[in-house]
């Protein structure tokens, strides 16, 4: 078993239009910068991008944006330092917005994941985000009820990666990355360092390999933050 | 007749060899404690298939030397492993996840009774007795394909395939592939598909042994255990 | 009225020190962005409360030295942090689940609105614009006690302690303790209990600038920032 | 902040009569023997036990039943090679038995430690162990609504320990143990080694402190499996 593949290009290479793409990160942290812009090299259109955040300057997903692959984005803060590719795609309505409080989000990426159709969260409730959602009363308090939230793709970025697929993860970079891996039916990881199995200790792997089909080797990854200081545009 | 079966039958080591012919490279199998683990003894030559353990292991190996135990790292049937290069360990909510998410590529469970709609009878006889189910019931409505081994017979002769289950349930429509003792039959669309069985016994013999028509489509291929790693 | 206010109110720092002051030793907390991270600076000395930010960090410490950023440690503010020993990474899920789970003792928040019944505004002014919640609704449901930082009123002059919310809320009733820049009050049985306020304002003017009745109990204290570490 | 505590004893001093008590482990692997000795000890009578099996030999959970604590038990699987401390109670009709499929319980205690207080799964939809629960329709498929199970305790094992909880765990050991952390009210927890913070890096601590309140060090914990080979009786 070896799920490396050589090149970024290769490794985005399933993914066609329309379909729905998770995209790990928290802001710039543990975003998966390179295989975003390799997304961005092959251009799928229509695209439906999950991630906490909805871009920032003109990289990553706001280059995605600006590059018109993406009809909707399903998050829980579209707000960034510099929102402008989001903003005027959302103003001139050629990009639809979902937006999921932060922890609705995260459960029902990991509902999917764990084959979890749906579960019932105090979160929203009474607000307009509630709207349209069946109501339950347990033990005498109000929850909503929310569904899984699927994707036919996930990109996410880790530290090292064993051919077999696991993973781990640097530092708060982890966030949305691991149960995104188990939310899509094809995870695509890029990593710091690709290695063979046994190289992570069992007891210190985060996400087991069965949650990840395809891994590329990104040696040194760009950090968005960084890009965005720098004023950097892709392509 | 239970007699003359008892010369032609596989034994459980040639079944779990039959089973373990259909599991592809880099599949991700869980094995039902007991019989079913004899299934990774027989693993193809040039696959290698991952195995799943349901309290919290990936890519575990064969039982230790005796002595060399380590009881903090078992299978679900509480026997000792050994670890592959590889393997991960995860806590219970995230070892279900993998099951119930359904990332397993293959379920292989014991079976008391299995319909012709793919229900599954396999955690209780329904005669009083402690219950116990442990994760048979996640795992068969799960998996991508849910397999079982078994006797074709029970001990008295009662067939075990049948056309509805009268033990309490363990999963509804959920087997795809039984691998018993005389033959390989698959369920589909509400039937038994006959698909390879042993040589020494006829169609109306086999069918006289099942509770629930066997259909074909096409050759009924004969079942032989043979080649190299095969049991005898 | 709002330029007299202006001479007596505190600024954000001593709202966010007398906030401090309510952090117990060992609290698990959760400042949410912005003026609520002021709060982590005026950690009453003797106690270590542990931060918790909902990007799957635990027991973080304060910005690093600009240059020494390490953009993959950073809070939910995007702001680069450091940490302290005990630390602990952890995904999505799992921070929403001690967040969820009821795990935190403290969760401090910012506040377009506050009603008497402990409705709280702050994640959009329902003018159009573009929507962002972040994690604030799922903390305000679920922490041990929820409290709001906030000016007394609007750059307007309006109230923010209101008796109904008119902006879209966040969570109902989950609000039980407000700092203001006059007042701190608390939210109990559907109404304003005011426990302290600045010195320089009458009870009649608080309430002249509170949206609801403010009710009261035994003594209103003077709410004074001051002693060691304490913002001027 | 120290969750450390000196003694056993200690450690289980708050669990009183009527308690419902999770307790870590699969089969003998990471069960907290020591800790429930220690509760053997104190005492305490009625006690709901919540683990994935029900006692094996004269040790542990087995040496709970045969002393007299334990009124329900709820578990997946109350087999075991040695199963007469449960068999005798269950058929002297002294102790009650809920079965629930294994990967529900393990869910069920999550959601109890994630704030959900229900969700949907297809496992034993269609079976007796969905008897009177809601079903409901997704997609076009059956479901069983479950909800949380907390617990008043949880007793657990983890390897290293700092004491400020946060813990990781010995191989498989790890099992219910980290979510049962997050499922109780108060988590108490014995450990091989308590070590100060900063001992376990925190991209490998497994739990973090904030779900664990006590803390012992066992320095040399024995392995319930052994004690029932040697045929160890407790007390």
């Known amino acids: ?235 | 007749m239970t007699n003359a079966l008892d010369d032609i039958k596989l034994n459980n080591d040639q079944i779990a060899w039959r089973a373990a012919q259909d599991i592809e490279d880099g599949a991700y199998v869980n094995l039902g404690i007991g019989f079913p683990e004899r299934v990774a003894q027989y693993t193809v030559k040039g696959r290698t298939p991952v195995f799943h353990t349901e309290n919290g292991v990936l890519n575990f190996g064969p039982a230790p030397a005796e002595g060399e135990e380590d009881w903090d790292l078992i299978n679900a049937g509480k026997k000792a492993i050994t670890l592959k290069s590889g393997a991960a360990f995860f806590h219970h909510a995230d070892s279900f996840a993998m099951v119930r998410g359904g990332h397993l590529d293959v379920a292989i469970l014991g079976a008391f009774q299995i319909a012709q709609n793919g229900d599954l009878a396999n955690w209780s006889t329904g005669k009083g007795g402690i219950p116990a189910v442990g994760g048979a019931m996640d795992l068969v409505q799960s998996a991508k394909r849910v397999a079982v081994l078994t006797d074709h017979v029970t001990k008295h002769g009662d067939p075990k395939l049948v056309e509805r289950c009268t033990m309490p349930l363990t999963g509804v429509g959920c087997v795809t592939r039984i691998y018993s003792s005389l033959a390989v039959v698959d369920i589909a669309d509400g039937h038994f598909w006959l698909r390879e069985k042993v040589p020494g016994i006829s169609f109306d013999d086999l069918q006289a042994v099942t509770g629930a028509e066997l259909k074909t489509e096409g050759d009924v291929l004969d079942l032989i255990v043979s080649g190299e790693g095969a049991p005898v």
């Not at chain 1, 490794?11 to 990160?25: E, F, L, Q, S, W």
């Not at chain 1, 510099?82 to 309505?93: H, Q, T, V, W």
């Open chain 1, 1 to 235: 078993m070896d799920k490396s593949v050589a090149t970024l290009a290769e490794a985005v290479a399933p993914i066609g239009d329309g379909a729905t793409v998770m995209i790990g990160g928290f802001g710039g942290s543990g975003a998966p910068i390179e295989l975003i812009h390799a997304l961005i090299d092959k251009g799928p259109k229509n695209l439906t991008v999950i991630n906490n955040n909805a871009g920032n300057g003109h990289v990553g997903i706001a280059a995605m944006i600006e590059q018109g692959l993406v009809s909707k984005i399903i998050c829980s803060f579209p707000r960034s330092s510099d929102p402008i590719a989001f903003n005027e795609a959302f103003k001139a309505g050629t990009l639809e917005l979902e937006v999921v409080p932060q922890g609705t989000l995260a459960e029902r990426i990991r509902a999917a994941g764990a084959g979890i159709p749906a579960f019932y969260t105090a979160t929203s409730f009474g607000t307009d985000l509630a709207e349209g959602k069946p109501v339950e009363t347990f033990d005498g308090k109000s929850y909503v009820q929310e569904r899984w939230l699927k994707a036919d793709f996930a990109l996410i970025k880790g530290e090292i990666g064993d051919t077999m697929g696991n993973m781990t993860y640097r530092m708060a970079a982890r966030n949305f990355n691991p149960i995104m891996a188990m939310a899509a039916d094809c995870t695509i990881a890029q990593v710091t360092r690709i290695a063979e199995p046994g190289a992570i200790p069992p007891e210190q792997v985060v996400t087991p390999g069965i949650f990840v089909d395809r891994m590329v080797e990104v040696a040194e990854p760009r950090q968005e933050e960084i890009l965005i200081r720098e004023g950097a545009v892709y392509p």
